[in-house]
């Protein structure tokens, strides 16, 4: 079972250096992901998110394959390919994988304007190596899925690995 973790930043800067500090501990096999997203709320008060991963964009490159192996089928690869990219862009733009969207919208009306936070979904992390390195960034947990006794828990445990960090950082 995964859990998520929703931590506000002050500027979209510092949580995007979190997001790729997650991503560097995620190929050091620290930590295991779902999902991580970036939720700015800009200074005119709109939500953008930042994904990790863009559905359309897969969505087209596979559509376009198959929309290609099947133009050859019937002497209009291109065509194809065409129509297959353009089926695959819709349909990947449509997808939601991870945490909801509308979710992660709701989420960021409460932001005030010219934060972000980062939304992690997380498989399993090694807890003592990965809190340290989210926590020199500060940010403030704003929701998590664990229990609440699980929660607090953490809370403390940032807030002390946010006092053993080094100063400066």
């Known amino acids: 079972m995964s859990n998520l973790f929703a931590i506000a930043y002050p500027d979209l800067a510092t949580a995007e250096q979190v997001r790729s500090t997650v991503f560097g501990l995620q190929k050091q096999k620290l930590i295991e992901l779902e ?19 863009s559905t359309a964009g897969a969505g087209a490159a596979s559509g376009a394959l198959w929309g290609g192996v099947i133009g050859l089928l ?11 990219g353009a089926t695959g862009a819709a349909v990947g733009a449509t997808t939601d994988v ?12 409460h932001l005030t304007p010219g934060s972000a936070a980062v939304f992690l ?5 090694t807890a003592d190596k990965v809190i340290p390195a989210v926590a020199q960034y500060g940010g403030q947990i704003i929701q998590t899925s664990l229990s609440t006794e699980a929660e607090t ?11 053993q960090a080094p100063a400066g950082v």
């Open 98 to 109: 991870g945490v909801d969207d509308n979710f992660m919208r709701q989420v960021g009306e």
């Open 153 to 163: 828990e953490l809370r403390a445990t940032v807030e002390a690995a946010r006092s």
């Open 74 to 84: 019937f002497f209009m690869p291109f065509l194809g390919a065409a129509v297959g």
């Open 35 to 53: 999902d991580a997203v970036v939720v700015e709320r800009r200074q005119d008060g709109r939500i953008k998110l930042h994904q990790a991963v």
């Open 121 to 125: 979904l997380v498989r399993k992390a």
